[in-house]
T-cell receptor, first 115, second 116 residues
Framework: EAGVTQSPTHLIKTRGQQVTLRCSPI?????VYWYQQALGLGLQFLLW???????NRGNFPPRFSGRQFPNYSSELNVNALELEDSALYLC??????????????FGPGTRLLVL | AQSVSQHNHHVILSEAASLELGCNYS??????LFWYVQYPGQHLQLLLK??????LVKGIKGFEAEFIKSKFSFNLRKPSVQWSDTAEYFC??????????????FGKGTKLSVKP
């Protein structure tokens, strides 16, 4: 069974630019989660999508946004990049929650460097 | 806000030593608990999880964790570590509100270095 895939693996952008990161969940999984792993800050929750809808959002500014497509793949968009956006962006997927017993499976991440 | 604390930032052990990594969370209600591991150059992998039932949970690669509700803790243990256990370990929680919040709340991670 293929795992969660993310593209691109690495990205270099300059301040003020915009970036789009992509994620394909495990087949059969309907929920997609985005996390940011920045140096010194640990793993922080960004966004959760399920069945095409945004279900929850972490404590990030509105320039972080995303969407989920009918095939359950997802995009994360970051506008007006700032230096502190440099981080590893992780996508995770989970199957339809059963009594809230979700297990999230992670992809390899996209490493973003903002210069 | 809910939080997860991992007490040790970096643990260095020799092979065959026993391991215990501490994890405490701040939410007072029902929780789902997880330990993930990130080996060098690899992505986050699930080690073990607790939803309900027996508070002693066994995971992959000989790891186990014990949920102690009264202490809000979910410590990870392994009786004898190997060099291949060198990795970063993350404790994570999903609080069970009326509906599922969905997102994992992670601790800051503990780096484990095992000397051969």
């Amino acid at each position: 069974e293929a795992g969660v895939t993310q593209s691109p693996t690495h990205l270099i952008k300059t301040r003020g630019q915009q970036v789009t990161l992509r994620c394909s969940p495990i087949s059969g999984h309907t929920s997609v989660y985005w996390y940011q792993q920045a140096l010194g800050l640990g793993l922080q929750f960004l966004l959760w999508y399920d069945e095409g809808e945004e279900r929850n959002r972490g404590n990030f500014p509105p320039r972080f946004s995303g969407r989920q497509f009918p095939n359950y793949s997802s995009e994360l968009n970051v506008n007006a990049l700032e230096l502190e956006d440099s981080a590893l962006y992780l996508c995770a997927s989970s199957p339809l929650p059963e009594g809230r017993r979700e297990t999230q499976y992670f992809g390899p991440g996209t490493r973003l460097l903002v210069l | 806000a809910q939080s997860v604390s991992q007490h040790n930032h970096h643990v260095i052990l020799s092979e065959a030593a026993s391991l215990e990594l501490g994890c405490n969370y701040s939410y007072g209600g029902t929780v789902n608990l997880f330990w993930y591991v990130q080996y060098p150059g690899q992505h986050l992998q699930l080690l073990l999880k607790y939803f309900s039932g027996d508070p002693l949970v066994k995971g992959i690669k000989g790891f186990e964790a014990e949920f102690i509700k009264s202490k809000f803790s979910f410590n990870l243990r392994k009786p004898s570590v190997q060099w291949s256990d060198t990795a970063e370990y993350f404790c994570a929680v999903i609080p069970n509100y009326g509906g599922s919040q969905g997102n994992l709340i992670f601790g800051k991670g503990t780096k484990l270095s095992v000397k051969p």
